[in-house]
């Protein structure tokens, strides 16, 4: 009986620790090789050089990744959700893009995580698992293109691919600190990716080299190499930076300061956008609901783009969804409840008015600049993510280049907050090949400028923090002068914590210690002011007296002796080593 009794107690001891683990395990966040950005890893070889006297493949010596969307023959693509792999075979075809970075000499690695059915803008993926932004691992990576963005910025390959609809590059490319280019709709061919919303829909691509970012975009657009044409006018829209939560000037001297210096100051001009297009696009008087909002005409062209958006999206994939009932996510389902005021008259003008629009600002050789996204990427899991203002708002970014069609390209600008942020130049539809050139051109700059910012930050915060911290020590000062001895220290501690480096403020607090009869504290305090400067003699002092005081007299005359050798007419020090050696000769 005892001996099943305890063989009981074995199985649930054994119990209770195995739940234990699996609670803890539950718990942990696990690492993920590759920040969880590969659903499938692959090989696509590109093949053998031709020989001599032809010149090597163009994108010899890169390796690249896709996004979810694209077929590859013999693999199932799984748009980002597993109900999608169950019910669809492998493709019998690799995507004409995938096949066409192959021939030119780069070799494909992996399938990345896609958000499901590329339908949202923050990166998250219930099936999949949202990969980690390599940037900042607490903040959401952005999509769709999730998984290509975090394979570039942790520098896995060399470029990616995405699927842009309503922002699936431009997005991650700006959460996860990488350049992201989204070409003129429909310049690049499509063949063999899985549609989102065909007249949004765009392939884009991420890299953290501008020259391969236009290598890359060489070959999908099939350009030959010429001389690079240089921006005639570069557009600030300062009413767009005013709708971001990074400080705008911040966004704008970066670039104002890079443009200034390569191609001088007359390049520069400044625009209201939210007027211009106001001007321009009477359809969009049309959707704005009548209301007299500050950004009306950019909130109706962000409704005109959601409207296509879920309007296509639905009659691509509406039949599939009715048919196998799969569990979508919310973000989906909610997003495509029918919307009775826009029709898609009304939204395929605004899409027409504003290609002619930006075109007839920017002409052949201008460049508008706007803030990619609204700021920081949110954290994950943030109610912000399912906010209408937050959607809205970076629709309202995003809308420009996905209705007019023009092409735009995602600039890492350092970090706000440690997170990155970035701005965007956009060029005319077709300008594809200048703005490629004018990024190659600018970004080197623009680095230069970002080191040069960051520099005067770091120096303008610690001019703050000692400025901060001196004021905390006379304040300590004068609490010590009024007797006044915790308030004294905790002054102290207040400058210390603003300027570790400072001697002083150590040795002033071990005064105040002293007072208090903290002999030890005192005495840790002067050592910490001693190695700072071997030179302070208040510290030497006032650690001979604490050191005495906790009965340590040998240590105590070293320390008073020492104070006298660096100041040999101390009357303090002297008294202090006589008194010592009467007592203890």
């Known amino acids: ?44 070889l590109p093949p053998p050089q031709p020989p001599p006297p032809q010149a090597r493949h163009p994108l010899t010596g890169l390796c690249f990744a896709i996004a979810d969307a694209f077929h590859v023959s013999g693999y199932i693509t799984s748009f980002g959700s597993l109900e999608w792999a169950k019910t669809h075979d492998a493709a019998t ?16 690695v992996g399938k990345t995580v896609i958000d499901e059915m590329a339908f949202s803008i923050h990166g998250e993926n219930k099936h999949f698992g949202t990969p980690t932004n390599p940037a900042a691992p607490d903040r959401v990576p952005g999509g769709c293109s999730s998984g290509s963005a975090v394979a570039v910025a ?45 007249s949004l829909d765009a392939i884009g691509w991420f890299a953290r080299d501008p020259s391969v970012l236009r290598r890359v975009g060489h070959l999908l657009l099939r350009l030959p190499y010429a001389d690079i044409r240089q921006p005639r006018h570069f557009y600030i829209a300062d009413d767009c930076f005013e709708m971001s939560k990074v400080h705008a000037r911040r966004l704008t001297q970066l670039v104002t300061k890079s443009v200034e210096k390569l191609f001088g100051r007359q390049v520069l001009g400044h625009v209201n956008l939210e007027n211009y297009l106001a001007s321009r696009i009477p359809s969009l008087r049309n959707n704005s609901n009548g209301r007299g909002d500050k950004f009306s005409s ?24 009715n048919s196998v ?36 600002l920017l002409k052949d050789d201008g460049i508008l600049v706007i803030p990619t996204v609204l700021g920081c990427p949110p954290k994950l899991n943030a109610r912000e993510l399912s906010s209408e203002d937050y959607n809205v708002q970076t629709s309202c970014l995003t809308s420009l280049a996905s209705m007019s069609g023009c092409c735009q390209v995602t600039v890492p600008l350092g970090t ?14 077709g300008g594809d090949r200048f703005l490629l050139d004018t990024i190659q051109t600018i970004y080197a700059t623009i680095e230069e400028q970002v080191d040069v910012l960051a520099k ?32 004294a220290i905790n002054f102290y501690t207040e400058a210390i914590k603003l300027n570790n480096k400072v001697a002083t403020y ?80």
């Open 506 to 585: 150590y040795s002033n607090r071990a005064a105040a210690f002293l007072e208090l009869a903290s002999y030890r504290q005192a005495e840790a305090d002067c050592t910490s002011a001693i190695d700072i400067d071997p030179k302070i003699v208040k510290a030497y002092l006032r650690r001979g007296t604490a050191r005495e005081m906790l009965g340590y007299y040998k240590e105590a005359v070293d320390d008073f002796s020492h104070a006298l050798v660096l100041e040999p007419m101390n009357k303090t020090a002297g008294v202090a080593i006589n008194r010592l050696k009467k007592l203890f000769p």
């Open 325 to 360: 009932k799969p569990a979508v996510d919310a973000c989906i389902v909610g997003n495509l409840s029918d919307d009775g005021e826009l029709t898609i008259n009304n939204s395929q003008d605004a899409r027409k008015e504003v290609r002619a629009a930006l075109g007839a």
């Open 298 to 321: 950019l909130l109706a062209l962000s409704r005109a783009m959601q409207f296509l958006h879920k309007y296509e999206f639905k009659d691509q994939h509406m039949e599939w969804i």
């Open 154 to 198: 942790a520098g896995i390959v060399d470029f990616s691919l995405g699927i842009d609809t309503i922002g699936g590059v431009r997005v991650p490319g700006s959460y996860c600190g990488v350049l992201a280019f989204r070409p003129s709709h429909a310049v690049v061919p499509n063949n063999g990716v899985i549609p989102v919303a065909p």
């Open 1 to 44: 009986m005892a001996s099943s009794t305890a063989a009981n107690l074995w199985v649930l001891l054994g119990l209770g620790i195995a739940g234990v683990l699996l609670a803890a395990k539950r718990l942990r966040r696990p690492a993920r090789p590759d920040n969880g950005a590969f659903i499938a890893r692959l090989e696509l």
């Open 456 to 487: 005067s930050n770091v120096s303008s915060k610690q001019a703050m923090s000692e400025e901060a911290a001196e004021a905390a020590k006379e304040k300590g000062n004068i609490a010590f002068k009024e007797k006044q001895w915790q308030k």
């Open 93 to 108: 075809q690799t995507s004409l893009v995938v096949s066409s970075l192959v021939d030119g000499g780069a070799m494909c």
């Open 416 to 429: 706000h907050d440690k997170c990155p942020v970035s701005v965007s130049l956009i060029a005319r539809h």
